[in-house]
């Protein structure tokens, strides 16, 4: 049977295995489960880090999987895995289905890993029902999608799009986390050196050159309130928001917290803070988001005024133009609070930024966009509502994702399905087997949709 | 010559060799040194964690140097070094000299380190001179005063007091600081261990029963503004500040930075910034200091909103119920910012306190304050001033000290000289070789006094 040889009937009539879907997640999630939540055998978080131990046992049990269902392996100089199940005409690139199996430090079970694992059922039953398709079918894990250990998220991608230089991945290092800190903290691995440890610094390069693709489909748990709170079962993604991470330093005076009077210090901890306040108040202002996930505060000691205090900034809003709107206006109020804290010794605190990662607004391209629309239709069409058609939305992302570079090179966009309370990131983090099987019913179809399209 | 031989003049006239002193603590100071500030060769700062390496250098260079001037040693199970020159009456404990030759990560080169310097260079100074005391004088280094590597200050001074159990100290793990980082972050040795490992765990017990003591005088530097911004030259330390140590922990929820809207959030560490902001402005309004020296989000992720962040506070001011009031309004409030923030999911913050420390105002001894009164007065006789009485100041005491705890259990009190900038936990701390002589040849004679009023 081949894709272009099917019906339209035949086509929505596509459905994953629930079960074997549901079976394949968990068992992966078995490297690197993390915090426990509940009693069930599966109410646990994640805790796997890119390139850790764990990551590199779930990277051979997908690439043995991939190898049962006769996919072509490949492994590039970042680590990124490609399975591809050839199709019938080998002079084309293949259709992508692409996510990653790193973590959050504290992460859960459906971030990024759904998205692979809908790949390896789709692939799975592709080929029980024998069906073939005109282009090659691939599974793509990206690698450190995350960002949590080496912090530039979603780096592999960006430069298998040649938007991030090798170099700068290469000699990235580690960052403290609840996960990461041994090494972390005494002498951090860079993320070449963690590739090669285990095992995964492969020789092919990593470029949308050397690995082409004729599309990139991802399913993602939303990790927001929308579907979930709507009672909507499918978000068709059309675009993902702009977002910016800085690294900053504010610089004061360590001092003694006994004989310090107020007026006498530049406490760079109490700078911070009027900052972070700042931040949530500039950001809402203009409907866009601030937050802090990483701060250090140094020498570290309880009657010591930190003298030096880093911390990272993440800026997101629907349009790029706002980021850069409320960028350009914490960076005159930081200047600000800083000048006050120390003005009084004539030594003010100072603050530095660092641009660590700018990530444009992106539309998702309107072919792959269609697919996964008319396949989101097709898969809850048969639910017990009048308008089946008002489970399925159109959203906007407000997480990067991998889809973001693969965008910029190929055909790409993302299915969402509903997580409970919009959580993510979290070890409680959970999608419903059946919300699961959706999502990855509709990448089934929608890869099937892009092939017949590719060659019609 | 005997003590109780000299006539008041003669030691009115008693002083200690600047130079000497000045160049005993610029070699102790070869370990441990810190970061470098100018250009001289003692222009660095101290980076001596108590029971590290360079602890060790240090203590074994003060036993030889107490040993070459004929005292006696002692160390006890949490390594206070105890140095006596015995007098001429073996039946009476001993007038002592202390403080602390540990450092802040980030310190300076004279706090506690001019306090046990000035007590090597008084018996030097008697030494030579031939002078004889009734009852014995000692020199005594108190383990880990800072409090930095393991988090209690002046712990062993508490213990010898009997007012801080030993096992608590013996089981107390070090904490992260830039010095402390490699250790700490991997597997803290407790202070036990540490003491062990640096060969500093002795067999006497910690206690003032089996070490006492007639009397504990402490030289310090003021670590604040008050002498330097006068042109004053010496502190009359007649009181102690209080104060209270506690660690905090705020409880929210991990979260994606991206997808998770600000009414969605319970994120500790937007509620600890509003905390830390909220503290200066209680403890300002009723004339106290409150200060975080260390904070901790979790998980420590750039695109995860930090579900938990530790933290220290450390509150103060001049009475006791001052002190408890600041702490009572801020667990009033803490509350409620906890509260507001997760709000709106039904899931707020919520914040705990466990107090770590507690160090009520001191009053020092009616008759040490004397003896260093009258020093005072009659080491500042010869500067070139009308009023030379004018150059002496009774003062309180901002920081705590070992003298805190000699305190409750023998006559105590404290002499402070001005420090550049009243700056302290700095590298560039700093206290001039004259400021340095006078506060020792004021010890000197405060000694000298209390062993003739002891013996008159």
């Known amino acids: 049977m081949l894709t272009t040889e099917l019906s339209e009937a035949e086509v929505s009539a596509l459905r994953v295995n629930k079960e074997r879907l549901a079976k394949d997640l968990h068992h992966s999630c078995q490297w690197g489960y993390g915090i426990r939540w509940g009693d069930g055998s599966t109410d646990t978080g994640m805790q796997r880090l890119a390139l850790s131990e764990e990551d590199k046992s779930v990277r051979n049990w997908f690439i043995q999987t991939m190898k049962d269902l006769k996919c072509q392996i490949t492994v590039d100089e970042m680590g990124n895995i490609f399975a591809v199940r050839p199709g019938k005409r080998t002079d084309v690139p293949a259709t992508f289905i692409g996510s990653h199996l790193d973590t959050q430090p504290t992460g859960g079970r459906y971030d990024g890993i759904l998205g692979v694992l809908s790949g390896v059922e789709a692939l799975k039953r592709m080929d029980e029902m024998g069906l073939e398709t005109e282009g090659g079918v691939g599974v793509v894990n990206w690698t450190n999608e995350e960002g949590a250990r080496f912090p530039v998220s979603m780096i592999s991608s960006g430069i298998w799009a040649e938007c991030i230089p090798l170099s700068k991945a290469h000699g990235l290092k580690e960052v403290p986390t609840v996960a990461s800190l041994p090494t972390a903290a005494s002498a951090p691995e860079t993320m070449k050196s963690a590739l090669q440890k285990i095992d995964y610094l492969g020789s092919v390069p990593c470029s949308y050159k050397s690995t082409p693709m004729a599309a990139h489909f991802e399913l993602h748990i939303e990790q927001g309130p929308h579907l979930v709170s709507a009672g909507q079962r499918v978000g068709v993604v059309t675009a993902v928001q702009a977002y910016r991470w800085y690294r900053l330093n504010v610089i004061g005076r360590d001092t003694h917290t006994g004989t310090t009077a107020f007026e006498h210090r530049a406490d760079a901890l109490y700078a911070f803070s009027r900052m972070m306040v700042r931040a949530r108040e500039v950001a809402k202002s203009r409907g866009c988001l601030a937050s802090v996930g990483i701060v250090e505060a140094k020498p570290g000691s309880v009657n010591t005024v930190p ?57 998702f391209h309107e072919d792959c966009i269609g697919c996964v629309q008319d396949s989101a239709y097709a898969v809850v ?76």
Not at 430 to 445: E, K, N, R, Y
């Open 307 to 363: 003298g030096t205090v880093s911390f990272s900034l993440d800026i997101r809003g629907p349009e790029t133009e706002l980021v850069a709107e409320v960028e350009k206006e914490l960076r005159k109020d930081f200047d600000g609070i800083a000048a006050e804290e120390g003005a009084g010794i004539g030594k003010p605190c100072r603050v530095e930024w660092t641009l660590d990662f700018d990530s444009p607004a992106v539309k």
């Open 381 to 456: 069409a048969d639910a017990p509502v009048a308008d089946t058609k008002s489970l399925v939305r159109p959203i906007m992302s407000g997480a990067g994702h991998d889809s973001v570079f693969t965008s910029k090179r190929v055909p790409t966009s993302m299915i969402f399905v509903p997580c409970r309370d919009g959580l993510s990131h979290h070890p409680e983090e959970f999608c419903s087997a059946d919300d699961c099987a959706t999502g990855a019913s509709v990448i089934l179809q929608a890869v099937v949709r892009y092939d017949r399209k590719r060659f019609a």
